[in-house]
């Protein structure tokens, strides 16, 4: 078997462990998110491949949500020919505003993917307000 190998590949991908650690904003580790707005409804979608759906923790506290993963350490018997997949505790925080609505949070977790469906508060939604007038009756205004 003939193997290419490329030794400022395997720096660059060991400089990037040394000095990101456990992940930036920017360059998160181990979990990628995706999130957007459907109606009145904010969804979170976050990447944990190959975790058990009993080893993720969902905590808010306030307006933060917090995601804790964890992805067990390989047996010490078997012989690691190649280990890119971080291992451990991956955590993750998301700070939201006070237009959503924490206390409705829903999640669901499929194929690898932890999806959070978060409203938004009723007293963020648009409504109409009437304004009364001595004398021409009610009108409503959009607020």
Same mark, same amino acid.
């Given at each position: 078997?003939?193997?290419? #190998?490329?030794?400022?590949?395997?720096?660059?991908?060991?400089?990037? +462990?040394?000095?990101?650690?456990? !992940?930036?904003?920017? &360059?998160?580790?181990?979990?990628?998110?995706?999130?957007?707005?459907?109606?009145?409804?904010?969804?979170? @979608?976050?990447? *944990? /491949?190959?975790?058990?759906?009993? =080893?993720?923790?969902?905590?808010?506290?306030?307006?933060?949500? #917090?995601?804790?993963?964890?992805? /067990?350490?390989?047996?010490? #018997? +078997? @012989?690691?020919?190649?280990?890119?997949?971080?291992?451990? $505790?991956?955590?993750?925080?998301?700070?939201? !505003?006070?237009?959503?609505? $924490?206390?409705?949070? @829903?999640?669901? &977790?499929?194929?690898?993917? *932890?999806?959070?469906?978060? /409203?938004?508060? @009723?007293?963020?939604? /648009?409504?109409?307000?009437?304004?009364?007038? =001595?004398?021409?009756?009610? +009108?409503?205004?959009?607020?």
């Amino acid at each position: 078997m003939l193997m290419r #190998t490329d030794p400022f590949r395997e720096l660059d991908r060991l400089t990037q +462990q040394l000095f990101r650690g456990n !992940g930036t904003l920017a &360059y998160p580790a181990a979990m990628p998110m995706d999130a957007w707005r459907e109606g009145d409804t904010f969804v979170v @979608e976050f990447d *944990l /491949p190959g975790i058990a759906p009993d =080893a993720i923790e969902l905590d808010v506290e306030r307006n933060v949500v #917090t995601v804790r993963a964890e992805r /067990p350490a390989r047996s010490e #018997t +078997q @012989e690691m020919l190649a280990a890119e997949r971080a291992r451990g $505790t991956f955590s993750r925080q998301l700070v939201l !505003g006070d237009n959503l609505d $924490t206390e409705h949070i @829903e999640a669901g &977790y499929d194929a690898g993917v *932890l999806t959070l469906r978060i /409203p938004v508060a @009723e007293q963020a939604k /648009p409504r109409k307000i009437e304004i009364t007038s =001595a004398g021409s009756g009610r +009108q409503a205004i959009d607020a």
